[in-house]
């Protein structure tokens, strides 16, 4: 009798189709509909409430919303655009705006739906960090796409899934090339001749490899990090045995570079100047961390062949080139390489290498023939492409940002950050002039980190009234429509 009313109970479970309890059914960690909710079967009263309701199926839309933040967070976004996404993909939902809350963090989101009768709360761990910037251009497309072609929840969660699983555009050995490719670029914006840009690509390639290998052990990333900082770095020494380049010791200092922080510095910095300002610490703590880790790699090479840090600080990194358009072509260069290892789609490159043309050129001009200090000119260069990326950005559907980011990449002061922690490293060596040196590098590293940061967006702070005014009417309309297409 037990066993009958049991399975009597399960039949009559698997049957209902009770909207408002559904809450349990909000640990499906792949974000598939539970099996007994088929959509195709739904009649339109029941998908209507499902996104008319705010609470209607809220567990899915939960795990639909934490995994939007989790493919941002993991694949590089700042913590505004994280919250910007969600947030308008739970208006899309149903969830009005004013009845989400959440917290950001680099390797936690959580997130709350409440009013004065309900409230539901979940968690979300990050736990891998790369960068990708094509997955987040295509989350931010797919959050508009989901309102203009009135994506069902299961059809939003088919495209999201889509996205989070779906491999980088470039195999690991073109994107070793990539990584050649923008320390080569790097090479000869230091004042290199074209025979050390070649020996700079072929060691940090090999470097970038034995950084992979690493990854796919599932060493530690910092380990990691150090291998390959150092595989590039004592093969880079050799290279000067070949006496080809006039300029034999710059592969050196550039062939780490590919393993810069820069987009977490970067984004460090965004989460400063919009108030998040815990996500913003970790971040620059995990920075600081990754060029921790390139550093060491970077010193345990020059010890193992007996070269002293004072050698190595010493080698000039001021451009020798007088010729402007050779300059801008190791800018476009760097920024291409950096696009491929950012997962940039090809067809987009072009526009990259523009830029990194474009900023390259301007601070090299404001700074060697205007005379402004170094993060002026950073600063202009940054604002300058922004600006244009504003405009070319609606011209090609690809988020202004992502075009912006590997674009004024060339411009980070890599070098004058890991000669502050070699300097921290070797600090019982350093007399007074060695240490002021050392500090002057790490002051001038972050404010040209701050130039760069404040130029990518001050365009943005000026032209925000249009542009905000133009997304929200947008964004309003769409909404209208969408909503008003699922009532019944």
Not at 10 to 39: E, F, I, V
Not at 130 to 152: C, F, K, N, P, Q
Not at 296 to 301: D, I, K, P, Q, Y
Not at 426 to 448: H, P, Q, Y
């Given at each position: 009798?037990?066993?009958?009313?049991?399975?009597?109970?399960?039949?009559?479970?698997?049957?209902?189709?009770?909207?408002?309890?559904?809450?349990?059914?909000?640990?499906?960690?792949?974000?598939?509909?539970?099996?007994?909710?088929?959509?195709?079967?739904?009649?339109?009263?029941?998908?209507?409430?499902?996104?008319?309701?705010?609470?209607?199926?809220?567990?899915?839309?939960?795990?639909?919303?934490?995994?939007?933040?989790?493919?941002?967070?993991?694949?590089?976004?700042?913590?505004?655009?994280?919250?910007?996404?969600?947030?308008?993909?739970?208006?899309?939902?149903?969830?009005?705006?004013?009845?989400?809350?959440?917290?950001?963090?680099?390797?936690?989101?959580?997130?709350?739906?409440?009013?004065?009768?309900?409230?539901?709360?979940?968690?979300?761990?990050?736990?891998?960090?790369?960068?990708?910037?094509?997955?987040?251009?295509?989350?931010?497309?797919?959050?508009?796409?989901?309102?203009?072609?009135?994506?069902?929840?299961?059809?939003?969660?088919?495209?999201?899934?889509?996205?989070?699983?779906?491999?980088?555009?470039?195999?690991?050995?073109?994107?070793?090339?990539?990584?050649?490719?923008?320390?080569?670029?790097?090479?000869?914006?230091?004042?290199?001749?074209?025979?050390?840009?070649?020996?700079?690509?072929?060691?940090?390639?090999?470097?970038?490899?034995?950084?992979?290998?690493?990854?796919?052990?599932?060493?530690?990333?910092?380990?990691?990090?150090?291998?390959?900082?150092?595989?590039?770095?004592?093969?880079?020494?050799?290279?000067?045995?070949?006496?080809?380049?006039?300029?034999?010791?710059?592969?050196?200092?550039?062939?780490?570079?590919?393993?810069?922080?820069?987009?977490?510095?970067?984004?460090?910095?965004?989460?400063?100047?919009?108030?998040?300002?815990?996500?913003?610490?970790?971040?620059?703590?995990?920075?600081?961390?990754?060029?921790?880790?390139?550093?060491?790699?970077?010193?345990?090479?020059?010890?193992?062949?007996?070269?002293?840090?004072?050698?190595?600080?010493?080698?000039v990194i001021v451009p020798a080139h007088t010729n402007l358009f050779h300059y801008s072509i190791a800018g476009g260069l760097a920024a291409i390489g950096f696009a491929i290892i950012f997962n940039i789609p090809p067809k987009i490159l072009p526009y990259?290498?523009?830029?990194?043309?474009?900023?390259?050129?301007?601070?090299?001009?404001?700074?060697?023939?205007?005379?402004?200090?170094?993060?002026?000119?950073?600063?202009?260069?940054?604002?300058?492409?922004?600006?244009?990326?504003?405009?070319?950005?609606?011209?090609?559907?690809?988020?202004?940002?992502?075009?912006?980011?590997?674009?004024?990449?060339?411009?980070?002061?890599?070098?004058?950050?890991?000669?502050?922690?070699?300097?921290?490293?070797?600090?019982?060596?350093?007399?007074?002039?060695?240490?002021?040196?050392?500090?002057?590098?790490?002051?001038?590293?972050?404010?040209?980190?701050?130039?760069?940061?404040?130029?990518?967006?001050?365009?943005?702070?000026?032209?925000?009234?249009?542009?905000?005014?133009?997304?929200?009417?947008?964004?309003?309309?769409?909404?209208?429509?969408?909503?008003?297409?699922?009532?019944?």
């Amino acid at each position: 009798m037990t066993e009958d009313y049991s399975e009597k109970t399960q039949k009559d479970k698997a049957q209902r189709r009770d909207w408002y309890d559904d809450w349990t059914m909000s640990g499906y960690a792949d974000s598939t509909p539970p099996p007994n909710l088929n959509p195709n079967k739904m009649t339109p009263a029941m998908m209507s409430d499902v996104m008319e309701n705010t609470y209607a199926k809220i567990g899915y839309k939960l795990n639909l919303l934490l995994t939007t933040g989790q493919v941002l967070m993991e694949n590089g976004a700042d913590t505004h655009r994280i919250m910007l996404t969600m947030i308008r993909v739970a208006e899309y939902m149903g969830i009005h705006w004013d009845k989400v809350n959440l917290h950001i963090a680099y390797t936690t989101l959580m997130l709350n739906v409440s009013d004065d009768d309900h409230s539901f709360t979940c968690f979300r761990k990050c736990r891998k960090h790369v960068m990708d910037l094509e997955a987040i251009a295509d989350i931010g497309r797919l959050s508009w796409h989901a309102l203009e072609d009135g994506y069902t929840l299961w059809q939003y969660d088919e495209a999201l899934q889509e996205i989070a699983n779906r491999g980088v555009c470039y195999s690991p050995v073109k994107m070793a090339i990539g990584a050649g490719i923008a320390t080569g670029g790097f090479c000869l914006l230091f004042g290199s001749d074209w025979m050390a840009f070649f020996f700079c690509l072929i060691c940090s390639a090999i470097g970038f490899m034995a950084r992979k290998l690493c990854d796919d052990l599932e060493i530690n990333k910092f380990i990691a990090i150090a291998v390959g900082s150092f595989t590039a770095t004592i093969l880079s020494y050799f290279t000067h045995l070949i006496p080809w380049s006039i300029t034999p010791w710059h592969p050196m200092i550039a062939c780490s570079l590919f393993l810069f922080p820069g987009i977490p510095l970067m984004n460090s910095i965004n989460d400063f100047l919009n108030e998040h300002i815990i996500s913003g610490i970790t971040r620059a703590m995990m920075g600081v961390l990754i060029a921790g880790g390139l550093t060491l790699g970077v010193v345990t090479a020059l010890e193992s062949v007996v070269l002293t840090n004072a050698f190595f600080s010493s080698i000039v990194i001021v451009p020798a080139h007088t010729n402007l358009f050779h300059y801008s072509i190791a800018g476009g260069l760097a920024a291409i390489g950096f696009a491929i290892i950012f997962n940039i789609p090809p067809k987009i490159l072009p526009y990259v290498a523009i830029g990194g043309m474009i900023s390259s050129t301007v601070r090299i001009v404001t700074t060697n023939i205007g005379g402004v200090s170094m993060p002026l000119g950073s600063f202009l260069g940054a604002g300058a492409v922004t600006i244009l990326a504003m405009i070319t950005a609606r011209h090609i559907q690809f988020p202004t940002r992502m075009l912006v980011i590997p674009s004024i990449i060339p411009m980070i002061p890599g070098v004058l950050l890991y000669r502050l922690l070699f300097a921290v490293i070797n600090i019982r060596d350093l007399n007074l002039d060695s240490l002021l040196n050392a500090l002057s590098n790490g002051v001038m590293a972050i404010l040209i980190l701050v130039g760069l940061a404040v130029g990518a967006s001050l365009p943005y702070i000026f032209a925000s009234k249009y542009l905000d005014k133009a997304k929200w009417n947008r964004y309003s309309c769409l909404l209208k429509q969408f909503h008003s297409h699922w009532k019944v």
